[in-house]
């Protein structure tokens, strides 16, 4: 099986990577500013953990989200 390239994928289907691609995006930027804002006592685990798990798409800013603050 070929790999797809962008111009075999449908507008919709476009639309939908273009969408999910900004919502990783916000939902990183959210997760990291709020690790930069937060005290280190309000966070289970380490910050630098975290960190680094946000940039491990698209589960570790949510695991952050749900589980990593207190």
């Known amino acids: ?5 962008w111009s075999d ?3 919709t289907q476009q639309r939908a990577v273009v969408a999910l691609g900004a919502a990783e995006v916000v939902l990183t930027t959210a997760a ?3 690790l ?3 005290p ?3 966070v289970r685990g380490s910050k ?4 680094a798990g946000c940039f491990v798409q698209p589960v570790g800013p949510i695991a952050y ?3 990593g603050r207190r």
């Open 48 to 51: 630098a953990a975290w960190v």
């Open 65 to 67: 989200f749900l589980l």
């Open 32 to 34: 990291l500013v709020s």
């Open 9 to 11: 994928l449908s507008s």
């Open 40 to 42: 280190a006592e309000r």
């Open 1 to 5: 099986m070929a790999k797809k390239q």
């Open 36 to 38: 930069a804002r937060r």
